[in-house]
């Protein structure tokens, strides 16, 4: 007799936590629509904003990539247009940031002009009919394997 007192106490203690189970579980509402009970817990969503962007000398990335890279990052941050034009220059060496050192001190301000001095001086410079000349000159050499003479292709391109 003992054990009856026990199995009911189980038996009530299983049915309470059924009822608390089904109080906190999701419940579907007529629409077919998951709803849950209210919370105040907050979602949070972890962007990464700390990207880096490699260094550029001028001539160890195309310009236009490593413009568009910077772009990026530049996107994703809130910054002050000055903020930008300093995050711009930290990130240059060599020839590419002495192109910039030597302008004038509003044009260090201006991220825009920052990119567009680096575009004029790092940037393809050939024009139409030179760059298609070399595009269609290009042959396989004989160690390249097919990839790599389309890669190349689509780089000339």
């Known amino acids: 007799m003992a054990n009856n007192p026990t199995c009911k106490s189980l038996q009530k203690q299983v049915t309470e936590l059924q009822n608390r189970i089904?109080?906190?579980s999701?419940?579907?509402?007529?629409?077919n629509e998951v709803k849950r009970p209210p919370s105040n817990e907050k979602n949070v969503v972890y962007v990464q904003k700390d990207r880096k962007v490699p260094k550029f000398t001028g001539y160890?990335?195309?310009v236009e990539d490593?413009?568009?890279d910077v772009n990026t990052v530049l996107h994703a941050r809130e910054m002050s247009r000055q903020e930008r034009a300093?995050?711009?220059y930290l990130q240059l060496e060599g020839s590419a940031k002495d192109e910039v050192k030597y302008r004038s001190?509003?044009?260090r301000q201006s991220p825009d002009q920052?990119?567009?001095i680096l575009q004029d001086a790092f940037g393809v410079k050939d024009n139409i009919t030179k760059l298609q000349k070399n595009f269609l000159d290009r042959v396989q050499k004989p160690n390249e394997s097919l990839r790599e003479y389309s890669y190349v292709l689509m780089d000339l391109m």
Do not use: A, G, T
């Open 60 to 62: 160890n990335f195309q």
């Open 22 to 24: 089904k109080e906190l």
């Open 105 to 107: 001190h509003l044009v």
């Open 86 to 88: 300093d995050f711009i």
């Open 66 to 68: 490593w413009i568009e």
């Open 114 to 116: 920052i990119l567009e």
């Open 26 to 31: 999701w419940k579907p509402s007529v629409e």
